[in-house]
């Protein structure tokens, strides 16, 4: 199909094969910003347990952005009447391309271990960090993009390739401006999904960019209503691949069932399945490679953290002591989740006697905290095509989940070169302080794989070597959002 311009770059990749990108998705690839990506794993720690997981983010956004460019694509050709124009079709390619540009070094590690645990200075500053996510830092790196390459004059120069099929030219080339304001605007708020589900139920529509009955648009590469998007059907393919594991969702199937239907819940347009399918600027330089960074850098502050890398690569990880399943997923809806655990934790300090202890919170959910993410799936039957429904509880497959979130709690030792001994002696001071807490007894992995550090490293949280581990990219309906 023509976008504005005949000229095409064609990509072999792995996963999706030839993959096609218009000229303006080639500007914004060949920027620093974008570029960046190449240097951030995928699967963060993940590489140094899985010697394939070695992919990036520049990989998968290119593949993000060829998937929201077929899925809007397949939607415009079945369903005529939704009116998706080609400026539609061009800025969800970009949103797709663009939504990880906000990722920081080994991508979840970043905003989910470091950026809560640095000290966040008072004022405004201070809690912006504390609020810090990708989505948002995409936005911001996203801006930064656009006014490090002059992108406004390129997607001028593109609107006018498309005013020379068009009458009225001179109206055009005054409206040029504000379609371009509406377009960076509609593709930033993709990028960051519509979290507010009930400010799309106010009048007038809240969001610029683009009007309400094409409110689906929004639904691509963020979907912030059930979580299913082409953000996930490219990390579940592209990681599996590189992990060597089997990926059982099949996109391409989605993708040719997928329909646009307007919900009489919240009159909105959304996506559902067929019935039969259940500091900006600084940040460019911030990239995996501040590994070797830290690791070869002499100043006496990062001497602590030095030593832990070297800890890493020499592979003298930490050792698991054992896990426990809380019987109630701890949430800060409850609890102050995070004041709890290190309260725990200088109490484990304590009973084990040293500050060598280590306890992680290792939360699993499907996206929705909590929630069935079918109850937020919409779908259709071949004799009503045009009307949404839900499925109901009892009539979903009993083989489903009734559980949406679990939790565990992870007890590891610091200590280097533990013996045995010491190791099983922590492990029954570890039983005394659950059963002290009302928490299961903790399972522990076998003596070999205690005595031998490399099956359980701390930093990818990998599981015990009692059972097969879960795929590291599954942290909700997936690590990587």
Known sequence: MQLYLSLRYVFNDPIHGTVELHPLLIKIIDTPQFQRLRNIKQLGGAYFVYPGA?????????????????????????????????????????????????????????????????????????????????????????????????????????????????????????????WILEDLNFIKKMIEGLKDPKAVQVSPWPYCGRPKDKSFLFEIVANKTNGIDVDKFDYFARDCYHLGMQNNFDHLRFIQFARVIKVKKDELNHICLYGSNSAVFHSVCLVDHVFEQILNSPSVELAEAKKILERIISRDHYRFLGETKPRQVLTRVCINVFEKILGWKEELDQMLLSSTGLLGNIKTDFSLPLLDPIKNVYFYSKRNPNTAFNIPRDQVSKLLPACFSEQLIRVYSKKKKTDEQSLEAARRHLIKWCKAKGLPNPQAGTKHATSTSRTEPLYMGSHSSTRPPRHPGLRHFGLNE
């Open 54 to 178: 070695s992919h990036n983010r520049f990989e998968h956004s290119i593949g993000v952005g060829h998937l929201a460019g077929q899925l809007v694509e397949a939607l415009r050709t079945r369903q005529p009447e939704l009116d998706i124009n080609d400026r539609d079709v061009l800025c969800v390619k970009i949103a797709g391309l663009c939504h990880d540009l906000g990722h920081g070094p080994f991508s979840h590690l970043y905003d989910q271990m470091f950026i809560p645990k640095v000290p966040h200075p008072p004022g405004p500053l201070g809690d912006k960090m504390a609020k810090w996510k990708h989505e948002e830092a995409s936005v911001e790196m996203f801006d930064h993009l656009v006014e490090f390459t002059n992108l406004k004059l390129e997607m001028k120069k593109v609107m006018k390739k498309r005013m020379e099929k068009e009458e009225n030219d001179l109206k055009l080339e005054n409206e040029a401006d504000n």
